[in-house]
């Protein structure tokens, strides 16, 4: 279990930052929430940049370029609907 963890951090990573940032969207603030997601999405994104395929593990899923571009279009349109979506009132 330990080797395994020390060789798919990245991936672990980011799962702990996603539900960080859903549990924040159900406890906390929604927009909050969703504004963590896009910056876990941008964290993925820049992992999956820096580190070699091998480093990455289960991070890399295709090929790098294919890999990088739904990373960056993912993090950046949940980036700017988390900050289109208004503010809750009650």
Same mark, same amino acid.
């Given at each position: ?8 951090w990245?991936?672990v990573?980011?799962?702990?930052g996603?539900?960080?940032?859903l ?7 929604? !927009? $909050?929430?969703?504004?963590? /997601?896009? %910056?876990?999405?941008? @964290?993925?994104?820049? *992992? ?11 991070l890399?899923?295709?090929?790098? !370029? $294919?890999d990088?571009?739904? /990373?960056a %279009?993912l993090?950046? @349109?949940?980036l700017? *609907?988390?900050?289109?979506v208004?503010h809750?009132?009650?």
């Open positions: 279990m330990s080797s395994q963890f020390r060789t798919q990245p991936l990573s980011v799962y702990s996603l539900l960080v940032s549990a924040t969207i159900v406890w906390v603030d929604f !927009r $909050v929430g969703a504004v963590l /997601l896009a %910056l876990t999405v941008l @964290v993925a994104f820049c *992992l999956r940049y820096f580190l070699s395929d091998s480093a990455a593990g289960l890399r899923v295709r090929r790098r !370029r $294919v990088l571009t739904i /990373l %279009l993090g950046i @349109v949940l700017i *609907l988390a900050l289109v208004p809750r009132t009650m």
